[in-house]
């Protein structure tokens, strides 16, 4: 999911928090197969669910954010 790294949720996250140089965003499949799954060590309440639609389509993914 390619166009979730351009998504605007996830710009703005950038421009809320100025302290982080780098966001991850993941996929809905992705969140659900790894960090769901515990595949890795990020746990998943610290992921915010986010919908943007792009170039028509409704796209879903989670955003990490450690607090």
Not at 3 to 8: G, I, Q, V
Not at 23 to 35: C, K, M, T
Not at 52 to 66: N, Q, S
Request: hydrophobic fraction near 40%.
């Amino acid at each position: 999911m390619s166009r979730l790294l351009d998504a605007r949720p996830l710009r703005r996250y950038l421009v809320v928090h100025p302290e982080r140089n780098v966001a991850l965003i993941v996929s809905d499949q992705i969140f659900r197969e790894v960090v769901c799954s515990g595949f890795c060590a990020l746990p998943p309440a610290h992921f915010h669910l986010i919908r943007t639609t792009i170039k028509g389509i409704l796209y879903h993914g989670y955003i990490y954010d450690p607090g």
